[in-house]
């Protein structure tokens, strides 16, 4: 039974330390798999085992019924921790904003456009507030809602006004 609790120890040690470091451990298992396995799918399969085995091994009184069921409940364990992990880090996708994103994207100016140079909008895109440089093929004073028309450079947008009725 000492082995079962010290397993589940360490599974709780590691979901600790998992909590306090952060990320940091999940590049040691950046090779496998995909992201199934996060140092939080191992803290959980650890902490099953150890402590589902011990709890089994106690009622039982068989090691090989309490190691096969300490595996089970490991493996479910790990599977629900590795699942909700992907689920509360997102995939990535949506965090940085792309110069794609921003075509046909409405936004207003900030700082007036001169007819011949530019001026600034600010877009929501992705949820995040962004400030361009941009330009018109007219003046547009400041808080005239305008959309993107064209991308320029990563800074830098062509809009339009809109003309709502």
Known sequence: MTAFLVVGALGVVLLVVALVVG????????????????TEALAGFLGALGFGGAIALDATGSTSLAVVIGLVLGVLLGALAAKASRFLHGDGEGDAVRTSDLLEK????????????????????GGHLTRLNARSSAAVPAGTRVSVTRVISPTAVEVEPLFLP
Do not use: H, N
């Not at 990320?23 to 996060?38: K, Q």
């Open 23 to 38: 990320d940091v451990l999940d590049g040691a298992f950046e090779g496998l798999s995909a992201g199934f396995f996060s």
């Open 106 to 125: 409405m936004g207003s100016v900030v700082s007036a456009i001169p007819e011949d140079g530019f001026g600034v909008v600010q877009l929501s895109v």
